[in-house]
């Protein structure tokens, strides 16, 4: 998450990347290009997602996704995510690191710093100390942060959910229906979490297509853990 100093974390056997951004940058299909890598590379890998993740997190994930925009306050929204995310932690996350498991998340505490923090408003400093109360210094090792202007990232949003025309994702759009200015502001979080924690953190552009994009993840993982391919 944005704004915690950069310490040296409990080791683990596995590794934890998180993919961050804002609505529309495709996270969900670049977590599966990468666990697909991954796993031809001989490497046990999890998928996993925020808000939610385990049964616990899961029921309350359907309390902030679902329903208005003005559903709750910021600060009970705030206390909501890191509800699910200690139960995520404790049930699926740590289990499968210490199992060696790599462990790939669709959104971490780097989302609750800029859709609560920067997009409305509530103290990064209250953010910060909420994360060390739950989750301590356990850091994902890396942060793939999908980066594209809000307005094409919203279009594209709305224009996957007429493709699915799911109830579930109908139902599930309270974050896309909150105003253009909120997601600018996200877009400007992420992008100044990247710049603070630079050895944790790489911006990709996801204006290109899904292959680019996926070579780009791909490479930086790979090299970052020194990663060597099947022959």
């Known amino acids: 998450m944005s704004e915690i100093e950069e310490k040296t974390q409990l080791p683990s056997k596995g590794k934890f990347i998180s993919f961050e951004g804002g609505e529309g940058g495709g996270k969900t299909t670049q977590i599966k290009l990468l666990t697909e890598a991954l796993n031809d590379a001989g490497?046990?890998?999890?998928?996993?997602?925020?808000?939610?993740?385990?049964?616990?997190?899961?029921?309350?994930?359907?309390?902030?996704?679902?329903?208005?925009?003005?559903?709750?306050?910021?600060?009970?929204?705030?206390?909501?995510?890191?509800?699910?995310?200690?139960?995520?932690?404790?049930?699926?996350?740590?289990?499968?690191?210490?199992?060696?498991?790599?462990?790939?998340?669709?959104?971490?505490?780097?989302?609750?710093?800029?859709?609560?923090?920067?997009?409305?408003?509530?103290?990064?400093?209250?953010?910060?100390?909420?994360?060390?109360?739950?989750?301590?210094?356990?850091?994902?090792?890396?942060?793939?942060?999908?980066?594209?202007?809000?307005?094409?990232?919203?279009?594209?949003?709305?224009?996957?959910?007429?493709?699915?025309?799911?109830?579930v994702h109908q139902k599930e759009d309270r974050y896309e229906r909150m105003g253009a200015d909120f997601h600018d502001r996200l877009r400007d979080g992420f992008l100044d979490i990247a710049k603070k924690n630079r050895k944790r953190c790489v911006v990709i552009d996801t204006t290109r297509s899904i292959e680019d994009i996926q070579l780009d993840i791909k490479r930086l993982v790979f090299e970052k853990f020194g990663i060597y391919e099947n022959e």
Request: net charge negative; no cysteine.
């Open 43 to 167: 490497i046990e890998t999890l998928q996993t997602r925020e808000p939610g993740g385990s049964p616990g997190a899961e029921a309350i994930r359907s309390l902030l996704v679902e329903g208005e925009t003005d559903r709750w306050d910021a600060t009970t929204e705030t206390l909501l995510h890191f509800a699910a995310r200690r139960d995520h932690l404790t049930k699926i996350i740590l289990p499968a690191l210490d199992k060696g498991q790599w462990v790939l998340t669709d959104r971490f505490a780097d989302s609750t710093m800029a859709y609560q923090g920067y997009g409305h408003g509530v103290s990064k400093k209250a953010i910060h100390s909420l994360f060390q109360f739950v989750a301590g210094n356990r850091q994902p090792d890396m942060t793939v942060i999908l980066d594209l202007p809000a307005r094409d990232g919203l279009a594209r949003a709305e224009a996957r959910g007429a493709e699915k025309a799911s109830e």
